[in-house]
């Protein structure tokens, strides 16, 4: 059984940092591409990043880009964002999404989520 | 990068009744769509991938279809279960995006 399991979520003030992981496990980890995609709430799902299977292509949504980082440890089966200058409108509950498999960015198994709460 | 507009918002039905929600890609993403749904405080669930392709163990009444820029899915019959949010995705390229959201209300 696939299971995703996101930790590292909290209340952080504007302009600090924090790092999300996602424990992955019930398929081969080091085969698939992984994803982040957050949720404002009461808000639609955004898109933030995917980064490859072999951990050479690393994608990110312009909202982030060159704030987050997005990497993968295959020893561990995990997959981490590293979030920094972080902003009230990055408040969001984040998932943790496996893509479908090589090349088809569809999510089809998802994490529970972990709420980041950016306020002062 | 392509933006997706899905319609209606919100839709009221009842048990039973046929469901259809749209989407419409900002340009052409061949059959590069999938739907998700969403109950609340849930995480999302694969519906249909590839335009028109049900994820294993999806009831057959989710159906969808579409190509180029326009995309629908249908429920055949409403199921007290099926009272949720909907979106659209495209994999065409990156960035990824979503449709806004349908939330399909009793």
Not at chain 2, 6 to 13: E, G, I, L, T
Request: with cysteine.
């Amino acid at each position: 059984e696939v299971q995703l399991l996101e930790s590292g979520g909290g209340l952080v003030q504007p302009g600090g940092s924090l790092r999300l992981s996602c424990a992955a496990s019930g398929f081969t980890f080091t085969s698939y591409a992984m994803s982040w995609v957050r949720q404002a709430p009461g808000k639609g799902l955004e898109w933030v990043s995917t980064i490859s299977s072999n951990t050479i292509g690393t994608y990110y949504a312009d909202s982030v880009k060159g704030r987050f980082t997005i990497s993968r440890d295959n020893s561990w089966n995990t997959v981490f964002l590293q979030m920094n200058s972080l902003r009230a409108d990055d408040s969001a509950v984040y998932f943790c999404a496996k893509l479908y498999k090589g090349g088809w960015y569809y999510f089809d198994y998802w994490g529970q989520g972990t709420l980041v709460t950016v306020s002062s | 990068d392509i933006q997706m507009t899905q319609s209606p918002s919100s839709v009221s039905a009842s048990v039973g009744d046929r469901v259809t929600i749209t989407c419409r890609a900002s340009q052409g993403i061949t059959s590069s769509v999938a739907w998700y749904q969403q109950r609340p405080g849930k995480a999302p669930k694969l519906l249909i991938y590839a335009a028109s392709t049900l994820q294993s163990g999806v009831p057959s009444r989710f159906s969808a279809s579409g190509s180029g820029t326009d995309f629908t899915l249908t429920i055949s019959s409403l199921q007290p279960e099926d009272f949720a949010t909907f979106y659209c995705q495209q994999a065409n390229s990156f960035p990824l995006s979503f449709g806004g959201g349908t939330k399909v209300e009793i």
